[in-house]
């Protein structure tokens, strides 16, 4: 199911997130704008019938700023979105530009008050003295409407742009990062936040790596972890000291002498890191890897997974074209068996941990018809190439799948290609 698709550069997804429900989808774009897709309610109970998604709310979440000071343009674009468990009625999500996060409130409204004392039907002021009667406000049924509000904003915090949000599991607290710092906030204090990670170094020339990524263990508040651009990830305990400039934890790889080459410090650089379900693991995304980590073993990573091995020897023509600096995401599915990261042409590629099989799947407009079935696709790199292959000389670089999310609880995942948005779920027989 392919949701919806244009050609403007506003209109390209830059994150995708499902609630802790799986009932809400929103997506952010270059655009600033923020699309929540809401499941179906009659079909929730029905076997053999899914519910599709469709348009819930949008809104403008970000403006373009201009930083006067710097003069510097500060991009409208979302680059994460992270949403709050229910408490209510309402929802809450986070989202955030490069500068500044904002809090909105996403609520329904299906009913008006009417009979106001002091206002007409209007709504303008009465004259008090032609009151000579009091009455009782009613609420009238009203078509639903859904109102997004933004009710705190988070500012002024960062020199750097903002890369990764995410909340805490006190559910109280959230952390921002940026290239060089990282930052503790209260939900309820906007005016100041508390610097837990800060890796700038006193000369800026000695300055040789940058937070990639950075998120909050799922049950233990008072851990973290942050990517860097060398390929490493580190633990931190905030219970040890106010600022975690001393990792707990060091996962790094040691690297093969045999293939390094001028590009391996690119393609280490990790642009992902997200924990399992169960807080046991940790999964890391680099250019041509997905590689998943015991908490409990620092030295190397337990399973390694090839994403696109195929565009080792086309490195040279990816760092010309800037394709070697793209971020790509990765997810794990409801129960931690599966992880999901995208690829070029559209491709995004799917890895069991249980049977260790692998699949390459794509994501286009040709396979996006309702209730069909994805077709596994296979990239020939040298030799005779079958029919149902497809060379990697033939590949579109253009056509990317960096964002990815997965259904908390289903195999309903969702796919950003650029600037379309497809939703797959598992074969209903």
Same mark, same amino acid.
């Given at each position: 199911?392919?949701?919806?698709?244009?050609?403007?550069?506003?209109? #390209?997804?830059?994150?995708?997130?499902?609630?802790?429900?799986?009932?809400?989808?929103?997506?952010?774009? +270059?655009?600033?704008?923020?699309?929540?897709?809401?499941?179906?309610?009659?079909?929730?109970?029905?076997?053999?019938?899914?519910?599709?998604?469709?348009?819930?709310?949008? @809104?403008?979440?970000?403006?373009?700023? @201009?930083?006067?000071?710097?003069?510097?343009?500060?991009?409208?674009?979302?680059?994460?979105?992270?949403?709050?468990?229910?408490?209510?009625?309402?929802?809450? *999500?986070?989202?955030?530009?490069?500068?500044?996060?904002?809090?909105?409130?996403?609520?329904?409204?299906?009913?008006?008050?009417?009979?106001?004392?002091?206002?007409?039907?209007? $709504?303008?002021?009465?004259?008090?003295?032609?009151?000579?009667?009091?009455?009782?406000?009613?609420?009238?049924?009203?078509?639903?409407?859904?109102?997004?509000?933004?009710?705190?904003?988070?500012?002024?915090?960062?020199?750097?742009?903002?890369?990764?949000?995410?909340?805490?599991?006190?559910?109280?607290?959230?952390?921002?990062?940026?290239?060089?710092?990282?930052?503790?906030?209260? @939900?309820?204090?906007?005016?100041?936040?508390?610097? #837990?990670?800060?890796?700038?170094?006193?000369?800026?020339?000695?300055?040789?790596?940058?937070?990639?990524?950075?998120?909050?263990?799922?049950?233990?508040?008072?851990?973290?972890?942050?990517?860097?651009?060398? $390929?490493?990830?580190?633990?931190?305990?905030?219970?040890?000291?106010?600022?975690?400039?001393?990792?707990?934890?060091?996962?790094?790889?040691?690297?093969?002498?045999?293939?390094?080459?001028?590009?391996?410090?690119?393609?280490?650089?990790?642009?992902?890191?997200?924990?399992?379900?169960?807080?046991?693991?940790?999964?890391?995304?680099?250019?041509?890897?997905?590689?998943?980590?015991?908490?409990?073993?620092?030295?190397?990573?337990?399973?390694?997974?090839?994403?696109?091995?195929?565009?080792?020897?086309?490195?040279?023509?990816?760092?010309?074209?800037?394709?070697?600096?793209?971020?790509?995401?990765?997810?794990?599915?409801?129960?931690?068996?599966?992880?999901?990261?995208?690829?070029?042409?559209?491709?995004?590629?799917?890895?069991?941990?249980?049977?260790?099989?692998?699949?390459? *799947?794509?994501?286009?407009?040709?396979?996006?018809?309702?209730?069909?079935?994805?077709?596994?696709?296979?990239?020939?790199? $040298?030799?005779?190439?079958?029919?149902?292959?497809?060379?990697?000389?033939?590949?579109?670089?253009? +056509? +990317?799948?960096?964002?990815?999310?997965?259904?908390?609880?289903?195999?309903? #995942?969702?796919?950003?290609?650029?600037?379309?948005?497809?939703?797959?779920?598992?074969?209903?027989?």
């Amino acid at each position: 199911m392919c949701l919806f698709s244009d050609v403007k550069k506003a209109d #390209i997804i830059s994150t995708v997130e499902f609630n802790h429900t799986g009932e809400l989808l929103a997506t952010g774009d +270059k655009g600033g704008r923020v699309v929540i897709f809401q499941r179906e309610q009659e079909s929730k109970n029905q076997v053999h019938r899914r519910g599709e998604y469709n348009v819930y709310s949008t @809104f403008q979440s970000h403006e373009p700023e @201009f930083d006067y000071l710097k003069s510097l343009e500060i991009e409208e674009k979302i680059n994460k979105i992270r949403w709050l468990p229910q408490q209510n009625a309402a929802y809450f *999500l986070l989202s955030t530009n490069d500068k500044t996060v904002k809090l909105w409130k996403v609520s329904e409204r299906d009913k008006r008050p009417e009979g106001y004392n002091l206002k007409d039907e209007e $709504g303008r002021l009465r004259d008090p003295a032609t009151i000579t009667t009091l009455r009782v406000p009613v609420l009238r049924p009203m078509d639903l409407m859904v109102e997004a509000t933004p009710r705190r904003v988070f500012a002024n915090a960062h020199t750097y742009h903002i890369n990764s949000i995410s909340v805490n599991s006190d559910y109280e607290t959230y952390m921002s990062a940026d290239d060089l710092r990282i930052n503790l906030w209260n @939900f309820e204090i906007t005016n100041q936040s508390f610097n #837990i990670v800060d890796i700038k170094p006193a000369n800026m020339e000695e300055l040789t790596e940058v937070i990639t990524a950075a998120e909050f263990h799922p049950h233990h508040c008072n851990t973290f972890v942050y990517s860097s651009s060398k $390929g490493t990830i580190r633990l931190c305990d905030m219970r040890a000291s106010a600022l975690c400039d001393r990792h707990t934890k060091f996962f790094e790889e040691p690297e093969d002498p045999s293939n390094r080459s001028f590009f391996s410090e690119i393609i280490s650089s990790i642009s992902d890191v997200k924990f399992s379900h169960s807080g046991r693991y940790i999964m890391t995304r680099d250019y041509l890897t997905v590689k998943v980590w015991d908490l409990n073993m620092e030295n190397r990573p337990i399973e390694t997974y090839q994403v696109h091995d195929y565009l080792r020897s086309k490195l040279c023509s990816l760092y010309e074209n800037d394709c070697i600096f793209d971020k790509f995401e990765c997810v794990w599915n409801g129960s931690d068996s599966v992880i999901m990261t995208g690829s070029y042409n559209n491709f995004f590629r799917m890895f069991d941990r249980n049977t260790k099989r692998d699949v390459t *799947l794509e994501a286009s407009r040709e396979n996006s018809k309702p209730r069909a079935i994805l077709k596994p696709r296979k990239v020939c790199v $040298g030799g005779k190439r079958r029919k149902d292959e497809i060379s990697v000389d033939s590949l579109d670089f253009s +056509k +990317k799948i960096l964002h990815t999310a997965w259904h908390p609880s289903e195999n309903i #995942i969702a796919v950003a290609a650029t600037n379309n948005l497809y939703i797959f779920q598992d074969k209903v027989n």
